[in-house]
């Protein structure tokens, strides 16, 4: 058993530290009112190699091991969320679906432009009528020529207001349920393709979440995922692309809670009450002493999921255990964080605040709490539930 990073993993997380801290850190006002899109961020960002962290070098990424990547995700995210889940978008979902299933001349097509963030990644799973029973999708894809035509709604689409390149989950085949469902790669421009409304969120301001319609917008077969093999796939692909994307998503809370806690700390070394530190009370001392304990273990779950990963063995239940965990962790740690700033915690004055509601998305998105107690329930052995 080895507890260290190698020297390359330690590289890479000082580099996106220094990076978030030196590019981020300035432009997080910007980012929180206008979006992160609007910002210089995505561009230093991507000439940094941090848009192909999840692409094969072979295809213009960077080609990441999955412990480095989640590292770059906690360190975008313990300075700000929205970067950090627009990047787990990109990398994790938009890009990598493409990487997983993709046919060789798919992915010199699209990862080399999503690599260098001439291109960014949104990826549509969820709709309307289907969330956590993802496979009851909608959106049907039927045969017109030499292609398909598709039709349908997709919703919280992350990056979908400045994405170029979109995955989309479709029925192929409606009788068949799971097996019937296909992706497709639609490019920004298609026609058919539009952009619904920007959703207005309790947090994570400066990530796009959008609808995205579908009104018989044809694409030819080349864009059909896997080529002809890809086809009734796309479920098993979605499945295998969020299963390393919620680690990511752990990794997001993971870094946010970092930051809140690191502010709290700070604050109990300095801020005086009766005479003292607040920090030298117990009372505030058990609080992050707890945090520091749960945070250290999310980071050991999620690292073994990330290993595991990097191993080639099977990580899917060792994902869904730190995801669940280290989101429902940071989100304790941050709701005591704000405690522990007393009344400036409840103000914009201090990140804790921003920390805490851009969290809760972590409960609930690449699947719930309760969507992760369901994989981990059935890989303990018990029977499926419903
Ligand atoms: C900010 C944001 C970004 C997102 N980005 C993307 C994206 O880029 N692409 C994408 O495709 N989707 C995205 N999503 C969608 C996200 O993955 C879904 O919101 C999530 O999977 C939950 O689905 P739902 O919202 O439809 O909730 P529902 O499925 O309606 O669930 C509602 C509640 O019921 C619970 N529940 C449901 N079924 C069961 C069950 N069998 N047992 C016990 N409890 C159950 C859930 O856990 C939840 O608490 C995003 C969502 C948000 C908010």
Redesign the pocket.
């Known amino acids: 058993m080895e507890f260290e990073l190698t020297e390359d993993q330690k590289a890479i997380q000082k580099m996106v530290r220094e990076f978030a801290e030196k590019e981020v850190a300035p432009e997080i006002d910007l980012i929180e009112e206008k979006g992160v899109w609007t910002s210089s961020v995505l561009k230093k960002a991507a000439e940094l190699g941090l848009a192909g962290m999840t692409i094969p070098t072979e295809y213009g990424g960077t080609g990441l091991d999955a412990i480095s990547y989640n590292l770059a995700i906690q360190e975008l995210s313990r300075v700000n969320g929205s970067v950090g ?1 627009t990047f787990a ?1 990109h990398c994790g ?1 938009g890009s990598s679906h493409i990487n997983i299933m993709g046919t060789h001349e798919q992915k010199q097509r699209y990862l080399p432009k999503l690599a260098s963030g001439e291109h960014w990644g ?6 309307p009528t ?5 496979a009851s999708l909608r959106t049907i894809a039927t045969r017109e020529g030499d292609g398909w035509k598709l039709n349908g709604q ?7 207001h400045f994405a170029s390149t979109f995955t989309i ?1 479709a029925k192929t085949d409606p009788a068949a349920g799971a097996k019937g469902i296909s992706a497709f790669v639609v490019e920004k421009g298609t026609k058919g393709l539009t952009l619904g409304k920007l ?1 207005h ?1 309790l947090g ?1 301001h400066g ?1 796009a ?1 959008s609808q995205v319609f579908l009104d018989d917008c044809w694409v030819p077969d080349s864009q059909l995922l896997g080529g002809p093999a890809g086809l009734g796939k796309g479920f098993t692909g979605a499945m295998k692309t969020l299963d390393a994307g919620r680690i990511a998503i752990g990794s997001l809370a993971l870094g946010m809670a970092q930051g809140a806690y690191e502010t709290a700390l700070a604050y109990a070394k300095e801020r005086q009450q009766f005479g003292k530190p607040i920090g030298s009370f117990q009372a505030i001392q058990f609080k992050l002493a707890t945090m520091a304990t749960e945070l250290d273990a999310a980071r050991l779950l999620l690292l073994r999921a990330a290993w595991l990963k990097d191993q080639g063995r099977d990580f899917s239940s060792a994902a869904s255990m730190g995801k669940l965990y280290a989101s429902e962790a940071a989100m304790r740690a941050a709701t005591e964080c704000i405690q522990v700033l007393g009344g400036n915690g409840y103000t914009t004055d201090y990140p804790v605040e921003r920390h805490w509601r851009d969290i809760k ?1 972590c409960e ?8 992760q ?2 994989v981990i329930a059935k890989s303990i052995g018990l029977p499926a ?2």
């Open positions: 889940i978008a979902l949104g990826w549509g799973l969820t709709e289907s969330g956590s029973d993802a997709k919703v919280f689409l992350t990056n979908g989950m959703e969120k994570l990530s979440t998305l609930i998105g690449e699947g719930s709490s309760e969507v107690r369901m539930s419903r």
